[in-house]
């Protein structure tokens, strides 16, 4: 009898430490950040620098857990034309899974879109933290998903290797 106690009490702690870190995992360190984006912004083509580019309808989220929990989607009135001569298009844009309550970002729909050539991915801005970079997808219809991933240099410096020569130095804390 005490033996069934002991299992029923290991599987009832068992449930509820895994439906504590689903929880964790998927909603408790996502916050909406829609409010505190001021600009979308995309690298220039001409002077290497962000600029700030026309868009409405945005939906953010980010966690201080990590810098690549950034998502949002949004649309921009401009072309995908004018885009493409103006700014710094991102050729190994990939975008990441969003948590699935997120449901205006679909990141296998937009990576296959990506790679077929019918959105097309821009640099929004290099290391927005060291080794993290945005990038932006946008549609011939004006609708844009952004999201944060890894650049070269940030994943040789997060593996614990010397920074490169064509990298910016590293933080200290990274080194």
Same mark, same amino acid.
């Given at each position: 009898?005490?033996?069934?106690?002991?299992?029923? $009490?290991?599987?009832?702690?068992?449930? +509820?430490?895994?439906?504590?870190?689903?929880?964790? @995992? #998927?909603?408790?360190?996502?916050?909406? +950040?829609?409010?505190?984006?001021?600009?979308?912004?995309?690298?220039? +083509?001409?002077? $290497?620098?962000?600029?700030?580019?026309?868009?409405?309808?945005?939906?953010?989220?980010? !966690?201080?857990?990590?810098?690549?929990?950034?998502?949002? *989607?949004? %649309?921009?009135?401009? !072309?995908?034309?004018?885009?493409?001569?103006?700014? #710094?298009? !991102?050729?190994d844009?990939?975008?990441?899974?969003?948590?699935?309550?997120?449901?205006?970002?679909?990141?296998? @729909?937009?990576?296959?879109?990506?790679? %077929?050539?019918?959105?097309?991915?821009?640099?929004? @801005?290099?290391?927005i933290?060291?080794?993290?970079?945005r990038?932006?997808?946008?549609y011939?219809? $004006?609708?844009?998903?952004?999201?944060? @991933?890894?650049?070269?240099?940030?994943? #040789? #410096?997060?593996?614990?290797?010397? +920074?490169?020569p064509? *990298?910016?130095?590293?933080?200290?804390?990274?080194?």
């Open positions: 009898m005490i033996a069934r106690i002991a299992i029923v $009490g290991l599987f009832i702690t068992a449930l +509820v430490a895994g439906a504590a870190m689903y929880y964790l @995992q #998927v909603y408790a360190y996502y916050d909406d +950040v829609s409010a505190q984006i001021e600009d979308v912004q995309l690298v220039s +083509v001409l002077t $290497g620098e962000p600029e700030g580019i026309l868009f409405e309808n945005l939906t953010a989220i980010d !966690s201080d857990s990590s810098p690549l929990r950034f998502r949002a *989607c949004f %649309t921009t009135g401009l !072309s995908q034309a004018l885009l493409t001569d103006t700014y #710094v298009i !991102s050729d844009a990939e975008p990441r899974v969003a948590p699935g309550w997120f449901d205006c970002f679909d990141a296998e @729909q937009i990576g296959e879109d990506l790679s %077929t050539g019918i959105a097309v991915g821009f640099m929004g @801005q290099e290391n933290q060291y080794g993290i970079d990038v932006i997808a946008v011939p219809d $004006g609708r844009a998903y952004a999201w944060h @991933q890894i650049n070269f240099c940030g994943e #040789v #410096v997060f593996d614990g290797n010397p +920074v490169p064509e *990298c910016p130095p590293a933080p200290e804390r990274l080194q």
